[in-house]
């Protein structure tokens, strides 16, 4: 009933930077918050950030500094603007809400992209 669609992955060298945007459809009502994770190979998933539907932000201190969440309620779309990246920062990229839909009689439902590949390399 929702699709979280992703888009921005690629190859970028250390120092570099790349954007991602991941943007919801199907039958919303609401979003509440809308996140970004990544995993590594040989590594748990972890939450890059997180943004609210009023615009409140949280980050992973591995990041601070250097990536920068942000949404479009209108657009019920998500991105993250990536500066200053790593080699570390290499992993899938997901995009990741909490969604309102037509059907789930109040309840908000988690839902996933389909991931973005993300390589930092020189």
């Known amino acids: 009933q929702v699709q979280l669609v992703e888009s921005g992955g690629g190859l970028v060298q250390p120092g570099g930077s790349l954007g991602l945007s991941c943007v919801a459809s199907?039958?919303?009502?609401?979003?509440?918050?809308m996140r970004w994770y990544r995993q590594a190979p040989g590594k748990e998933r972890e939450l890059v950030a997180q943004?609210?539907?009023?615009?409140?932000?949280y980050y992973a201190d591995s990041v601070k500094g250097r990536f920068t969440i942000s949404r479009d309620n209108a657009k019920n779309t998500v991105y993250l603007q990536m500066n200053s990246l790593k080699p570390e920062d290499t992993a899938v990229y997901y995009c990741?809400?909490?969604?309102?839909?037509?059907?789930?009689?109040?309840?908000?439902?988690?839902?996933w992209g389909q991931g973005t590949q993300v390589t930092v390399s020189s």
């Open positions: 990741n809400a909490d969604v309102q839909t037509t059907n789930s009689r109040g309840f908000f439902y988690n839902y």
């Open positions: 199907g039958s919303i009502l609401s979003i509440s918050a």
């Open positions: 943004i609210t539907s009023r615009g409140s932000m």
